[in-house]
């Protein structure tokens, strides 16, 4: 308690004493004067006791809550220092990763690269290849020899009666020609496979020894093929001989311009997928 608020109570006590005893009326009043004294500063000191006190009360709650609010950061500060760890950790497993990656990059890259120069080499290859042909044509043969480069291979389209007897698949004379001039430009590329289909119309054909469309298709793809090899020296490895029927039309069958459009040997020349097959069977390998 504090020193103050015990001297005033210890006088108080002893005015309260004195009153018990006989003092003089003068004393007397100036001990009430002194007691009213005391007993107001007995209460500002009692408020000023207890305002104290509230204050230290809100203080120490104030404390407690500080204590408690430093604990979490502790605690949240160890969260974040374990992240920070973990993070750090990952990083550098990313940092292997992203090295991976580019090594992957890298080799896809110059895979990439090899198809395009390959494509590009092709491409050219092809361009030449129709411009000896078409070079090489007479305008009349011109006429009758349509020559295309579709996706990588060349197409050389020769009409049938330009070939065939109507529903025959003996060659003319007049077909040797053509055949003589396309079987030089074979060979000068020898990295091109040539596969022939015949196509015909949808005309149902009646001639002994051959019995539909089917036939007739596959029997002018082999005439095609055996004149390359016998009479102009193509490697017959090179060669392949297919017939396709009427399911290959490229025209209307419904008019007579059309069906004898559809009326067809194909010549396609397409470069080795040896190469290719190669550089796919190099393609980098993911990891």
């Not at 196509?199 to 029997?219: E, G, K």
């Not at 311009?257 to 040896?274: C, H, S, Y």
Request: proline share 3%.
């Amino acid at each position: 308690m504090n020193t103050k608020l015990i001297a005033i109570l210890s006088a108080a006590a002893l005015m309260s004493g004195a009153l018990t005893g006989c003092v003089s009326k003068k004393k007397y009043t100036d001990l009430q004067a002194q007691h009213r004294t005391l007993s107001q500063d007995y209460t500002t000191l009692k408020a000023s006791y207890q305002d104290n006190n509230s204050k230290m009360q809100t203080i120490q709650a104030l404390l407690d809550q500080e204590r408690r609010n430093n604990e979490e950061l502790k605690k949240n500060y160890a969260q974040l220092q374990n992240t920070l760890d973990k993070s750090i950790t990952t990083s550098a497993q990313g940092n292997v990763n992203i090295e991976k990656l580019v090594d992957q990059i890298n080799a896809s890259n110059k895979y990439i690269r090899q198809l395009v120069n390959a494509k590009g080499k092709s491409d050219s290859l092809n361009l030449a290849l129709v411009t000896k042909l078409t070079r090489s044509l007479t305008p009349s043969e011109s006429d009758e020899v349509n020559v295309k480069v579709l996706k990588g291979v060349v197409y050389i389209s020769l009409a049938d009666n330009m070939l065939f007897q109507t529903g025959s698949y003996e060659l003319n004379p007049r077909a040797m020609q053509t055949l003589d001039k396309i079987a030089k430009i074979i060979k000068d590329y020898n990295n091109y496979d040539v596969l022939v289909e015949g196509n015909t119309d949808p005309v149902p054909i009646s001639r002994q020894n051959i019995r539909n469309n089917w036939d007739l298709s596959a029997l002018r793809a082999s005439s095609v093929v055996q004149a390359l090899q016998d009479k102009f020296g193509v490697d017959p490895s090179r060669l392949t001989a297919g017939g396709r029927g009427e399911f290959n039309p490229i025209a209307d069958n419904g008019t007579a311009e059309g069906r004898q459009r559809n009326r067809r040997t194909e010549i396609i020349i397409t470069p080795k997928l040896d190469q290719f097959l190669d550089l796919i069977d190099k393609a980098p390998e993911e990891k």
